[in-house]
């Protein structure tokens, strides 16, 4: 009785143990990335970004519910319950493959407490739904291939159909499992009493969809892709905005790279344990489990190298993959304990130690991998959010860009209400989308006239009241003549060109800047914004006169960010600005080992030897920059202007030119062209 009372609740006492530590380190407020754009979604029941999610904004609206924590948190939670139910899962599967309740809790336990897995417990994101989703269909397969009973693989096409509703990343699973099932018994599929049948239970689950155009037709908050006609409701489902830069866009030296960077990725989740996995795949009886847990990872690594170019470090690629492999370490594990419990020459206290060593790999992971998932004290996400609109005043204007600038402050703005008196304009026109007081907007012509054409009328109607703008590349600003930007706090102000500025000195002590300071591990992300925050900070102090201060903040953005290309960019380009040549070099030359626009490289390394008045260098790297990105006008316009500086003014009225070609509305060149009599190029 005891030994089956014990059985009974160990997966029980598992599962909560797990999901205890998890508590203890999932963000206490809403996280960076892509988290406030899904809380904010699942509490508004909005559409997030393509394919819309709308399971996920289902879901996640019940836990919005939950009367615990802020509503940021309660979505975090969703994310640790679903992580929680998938090590679960994954503890079944290995029992039932092993029989070994040892086996299953060490292997399982290992999965929970690896880096990659972990990671996805501590904010909101369709990941932990997604694996949920994965180890469920392997669990269901595990079922239906004992069982070989027809309502078992209904069961499985359903919740196959349902998990569609929160990632398409679904698909990859096909061809292993369709394999898996042909293999096993070519009548449960190929009838055509079942073949309609298993039609309608996959095709039933995907009416979640329908969501995407009743809420857009409803008016929620957050529409991304404003899904509710035909052609955009297949647009926004299927991506296809995203298609053609991400799908088999790169080269083959690119994709060996993420290749290479995949399976280091893998091997580090895993490291030794690694080994005994392969061995638990090669120890499996049945070929066609080899061939589906095998498939499982050879598809995951086709979407993770081929279908896709993010960072590793934003993305968490090879979760599935992680699955799998948890599973066969378990089968692994039991494979070396059969062998030590048969074998009569290995004694008692060394059978005993293999034991406790078992048992140990999961507490071996959490003591390991706790510091570096504890993001328990990481506020970043939420105080950025207000540290933004409490730059700025009740009836401003304020343009945002950036994923990590737009979605915490959707949060702030959708779920709890910050800066109501603000109007808020998001660049890429997907969350807070452009609509002015005047009249309706009527425009003719390409994408980048069309936003400059609502900055320009927003400014004119604002700029009294205040117009900011919240980016982590001011370069990419175009402002109306007449108009330039200056640093305000975090943010860049909209000023005229000829009046005083005004001094904002004072902005920075009304921040929030607690978790800036604080001693946490800091991905990519956190990274991007603390480093960014301070190299504001350290830049306003430094144009204040505080001089040394300023050079401290610098110096500790440029740590912070080490491998943020872009923060290296900013710094390189300020002391540029500054003078301080020997600072600007060594940033220049961090931001080459990490960059992901080489041609924005280029441009800062022309600037800076335009600064430094040696105009041959700086032509040669404008050239360059053209060369990887021809169709960026701002950088003819650098080169016009570093060629018509070396006295060569037929070769800068032609990089003027050309200049024009790609972005006509241009009156500054213009104007230059004409007070300096350059004639320009047909």
Not at 361 to 376: A, E
Request: positive net charge; contains cysteine; aromatic residues 14%.
């Amino acid at each position: 009785m005891n030994s089956r009372i014990m059985q009974r609740c160990l997966p029980l006492a598992f599962t909560l143990a797990v999901f205890s530590v998890y508590l203890l380190t999932t963000t206490p407020v809403v996280y960076l990335g892509d988290s406030g754009e899904f809380t904010a979604a699942a509490f508004s029941l909005g559409i997030p970004h393509n394919s819309g999610y709308p399971l996920y904004s289902l879901i996640g609206k019940i836990f919005c519910m939950i009367p615990m924590g802020n509503v940021g948190f309660r979505m975090n939670l969703m994310s640790a319950f679903f992580c929680s139910l998938t090590v679960l899962l994954i503890y079944h599967v290995i029992l039932k493959a092993t029989h070994s309740a040892v086996c299953a809790v060490s292997a399982a336990g290992y999965l929970a407490f690896t880096p990659l897995f972990w990671s996805q417990t501590v904010s909101a994101e369709v990941y932990p739904l997604h694996m949920f989703f994965v180890a469920l269909i392997i669990s269901l397969l595990w079922q239906w291939d004992q069982s070989r009973s027809f309502h078992h693989l209904l069961l499985l096409v359903f919740v196959t159909g349902v998990s569609f509703g929160n990632h398409m990343q679904t698909i990859m699973l096909a061809v292993p499992v369709l394999y898996f099932i042909i293999s096993g018994d070519k009548k449960a599929i190929f009838t055509w009493r079942h073949f309609a049948a298993i039609t309608f239970f996959f095709i039933l689950p995907l009416t979640l969809y329908f969501y995407l155009p009743i809420r857009t037709q409803a008016g929620t908050a957050i529409h991304w892709g404003d899904p509710d006609n035909l052609e955009r409701f297949l647009s926004h489902v299927t991506a296809s905005a995203h298609r053609g830069s991400y799908v088999l866009s790169a080269h083959g030296s690119q994709y060996v790279e993420r290749f290479t960077e995949a399976l280091k990725l893998i091997a580090h989740q895993y490291g030794v344990l690694l080994l005994i996995s392969i061995w638990g795949w090669v120890r499996l009886r049945s070929v066609r489990w080899k061939i589906l847990l095998a498939g499982i990872i050879v598809f995951d690594l086709i979407y993770t190298v081929f279908l896709n170019i993010i960072s590793f470090e934003i993305t968490p690629f090879t979760l599935p993959s992680s699955v799998v492999l948890s599973i066969l370490l378990g089968i692994g594990l039991n494979d070396m304990l059969g062998w030590v419990k048969k074998e009569k020459r290995v004694g008692l206290k060394v059978k005993g130690a293999f034991l406790t060593g078992l048992c140990a790999i999961p507490v071996i992971g959490l003591i390991t991998n706790f510091s570096y998932c504890d993001q328990s004290r990481n506020y970043t996400a939420y105080e950025h959010a207000v540290n933004i609109l409490r730059t700025t005043p009740s009836d401003s204007a304020l343009f945002l860009d950036g994923d990590n600038n737009v979605f915490p402050v959707a949060y702030g703005r959708l779920v709890e209400g910050m800066g109501e008196g603000v109007a808020l304009f998001d660049r890429h026109n997907v969350i807070f989308q452009w609509r002015l007081e005047t009249s309706p907007i009527v425009f003719v012509g390409t994408w980048d006239e069309f936003q400059s054409d609502i900055i320009r009328r927003v400014i004119d109607a604002k700029v009294k009241q205040g117009v900011y703008f919240a980016v982590f590349n001011p370069s990419t600003l175009l402002v109306p003549e007449g108009y330039r930007t200056i640093p305000y706090g975090m943010l860049r102000k909209v000023v005229p060109k000829n009046p005083s500025p005004g001094d904002s000195k004072d902005i920075w002590r009304y921040y929030c800047e607690e978790s800036f300071h604080d001693n946490f591990n800091r991905d990519y992300m956190n990274r991007e914004v603390t480093s960014h925050y301070f190299f504001r900070k350290g830049e306003g102090l430094w144009l204040s006169g505080k001089r040394r201060t300023g050079m401290r903040f610098l110096t500790l953005a440029s740590q912070i960010g080490y491998n943020d290309t872009s923060i290296h960019s900013d710094l390189g380009v300020f002391f540029t600005e500054q003078g301080l040549f020997e600072h600007a070099r060594k940033e220049l030359e961090k931001a080459l080992n990490y960059y992901d626009d080489l041609s924005g490289i280029h441009n800062n390394w022309g600037y800076y030897h335009h600064k430094r008045g040696d105009y041959d260098k700086a032509i040669a790297s404008f050239k360059e920059a053209i060369k990887l990105s021809p169709k960026n006008h701002s950088y003819y316009n650098n080169l016009g202007f570093t060629l018509f500086r070396a006295g060569r003014k037929g070769e800068a009225a032609a990089a003027f030119s050309k200049s024009l070609l790609i972005r006509d509305n241009q009156p500054q060149i213009r104007k230059f062209l004409q007070d300096k009599k350059l004639r320009l190029f047909s």
